[in-house]
């Protein structure tokens, strides 16, 4: 075992030394490595050691190097040196993480990180929190929660007796949703159209003067962070608007949230950690590895009515003071996500974490700036770590990407913002540099002369 163990660390540590200077994505040949892994079902054993030579040799050059300082698509974040260590750390534990009595460890560490991320957030107190696979089933428990809680007010308990008949609830969405809170909604029997739509403004922003009427029937979906533009719903003025409706708002904060974690990035997304329900990322922009996303319920009993499976006999008798997992998530079985999150919260500290998320916004100024100083159009107000930027008709725009992510030397992917064809460039991983960000202009502007 310690043979194996050690030389997969030297396989890991080969492949991360490479990472900063090797092609962002595969090259043709690399791809084609993967052939190595297929064939027919081997008959007999085959050494651990061999298997982990195999995919070192064949798989490893085929990843795509997101967790690496030049890769900006889609918001993916890196990995944190604990955080990784933390990872192989569980892996050899091999808990599962839900129920207390599976694992103290895995149960004390999720515990903590939960305490740990309500403060730094300045999220209440009491809230609770059910650890996911990622934003979009923490869309998912955060309004499984809401819909428990608005039909027990109503008098009817969904659980035991699901939709049919149930009195109708009013679900309200920003023009910007993202697709996941849509598929989330129809996950949950609410149809991922029949929702009323409120109109953005230029940044993203739901309006708070298109708002409908709402009523305490009512699903409000907030988001901190747009895709593209990285803007926030002004929850300041909704939330407020809201509460006194008596409807629940959830928030979609599944990379922006993270800005409550720094004091000068903070008024960005003030209100939201008044929000009923909220669901973000660590696989995101706390660097943690996939997959880990978060779903904190303001009311956890809202949370825990929706999530707790019913009596069975083998569950008897399981410590009532301590908190159970399972009670707050849809998965019972489940790896030790909270190990990881913990991980990254006590090797970054508050300071190191804000200044992480800072730093990400920074470099994406700087990269705003360096589009900008070349005669490119960026479209959105940087106001987070989200640039876009166009470099002309949207098939010239197009060419410029697709020559980009040819090159290797960095990879940001496409969109299309306020009707016009744009690169979507995020910055949110740990170890990216300002030497990565002028390396990545300078690729940009040379594919860019080119076309
Ligand atoms: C990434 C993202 C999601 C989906 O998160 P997953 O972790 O991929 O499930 C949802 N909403 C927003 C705003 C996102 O950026």
Redesign the pocket.
């Known amino acids: 075992m310690k043979t194996l163990l050690a030389s997969t660390a030297s396989h890991a540590t080969d492949y991360l030394a490479r990472l900063p200077d090797r092609a962002v994505f595969p090259q043709a040949g690399d791809i084609e490595l993967l052939e190595n892994l297929g064939g027919p079902l081997p008959e007999s054993p085959t050494s651990p050691q061999e298997v982990m030579e195999k995919m070192a040799r064949y798989a490893s050059p085929a990843t795509v190097a997101s967790a690496g300082p030049r890769y900006f698509g889609?918001?993916v974040g890196g990995v944190l040196p604990a955080a990784l260590a933390a990872n192989w750390l569980a892996g050899a534990w091999d808990q599962n993480a839900g129920a207390w009595v599976m694992s103290p460890a895995a149960a004390r560490l999720e515990q903590v990180a939960l305490d740990w991320l309500v403060d730094l957030l300045g999220l209440p107190p009491e809230t609770g929190a059910g650890f996911v696979?990622?934003?979009?089933?923490a869309?998912f428990t955060g309004l499984a929660a809401a819909r428990q809680h608005l039909l027990d007010r109503l008098g009817w308990d969904v659980t035991t007796h699901g939709l049919y008949g149930a009195p109708e609830i009013q679900v309200v969405v920003g023009e910007e949703v993202?697709v996941?809170?849509l598929k989330s909604l129809s996950l949950l029997g609410f149809g991922s159209q029949r929702v009323t739509r409120v109109p953005a403004d230029d940044q993203g922003r739901m309006r708070p003067d298109r708002l409908p009427e709402l009523d305490d029937r009512t699903i409000l979906c907030l988001?901190a962070?747009?895709?593209n533009s990285g803007a926030f719903d002004p929850a300041a003025e909704l939330i407020p608007l809201a509460r006194q409706a008596g409807a629940w708002v959830h928030t979609?904060g599944?990379?922006?949230l993270w800005a409550l974690a720094s004091p000068e990035l903070a008024p960005l997304a003030s209100g939201f950690e008044q929000a009923d329900s909220i669901?973000t990322?660590a696989?995101?922009w706390l660097n943690v590895p996939y997959?880990s996303?978060i779903a904190f319920v303001r009311q956890p009993t809202a949370l825990q009515r929706a999530m707790a499976a019913g009596p069975a006999a083998y569950l008897d008798g399981m410590a009532a003071s301590n908190r159970e997992p399972d009670h707050y998530t849809p998965d019972m079985s489940r790896r030790a996500r909270g190990v990881e999150i913990w991980a990254a919260l006590q090797s970054l500290g508050r300071s190191g974490l804000a200044e992480m998320v800072e730093r990400c916004c920074r470099l994406a100024r700087q990269m705003a700036d360096g589009l900008q100083e070349s005669g490119f159009d960026v479209l959105n107000e940087v106001v987070l770590n989200q640039v876009v930027v166009s470099f002309g008709s949207p098939e010239h725009t197009r060419e410029v990407i697709r020559r980009v992510q040819e090159g290797g030397e960095m990879w940001a992917g496409s969109t299309v913002w306020q009707g016009r064809a744009g690169m979507r460039l995020s910055v949110s991983n740990w170890s990216t540099t300002q030497a990565d960000i002028a390396r990545s202009l300078e690729a940009i502007r040379q594919s860019a002369d080119r076309v």
């Open positions: 889609f918001v696979t990622g934003a979009t089933m869309n993202h996941s809170l988001q962070g747009n895709v979609d599944a990379f922006g669901a990322d696989h995101k997959d996303g």
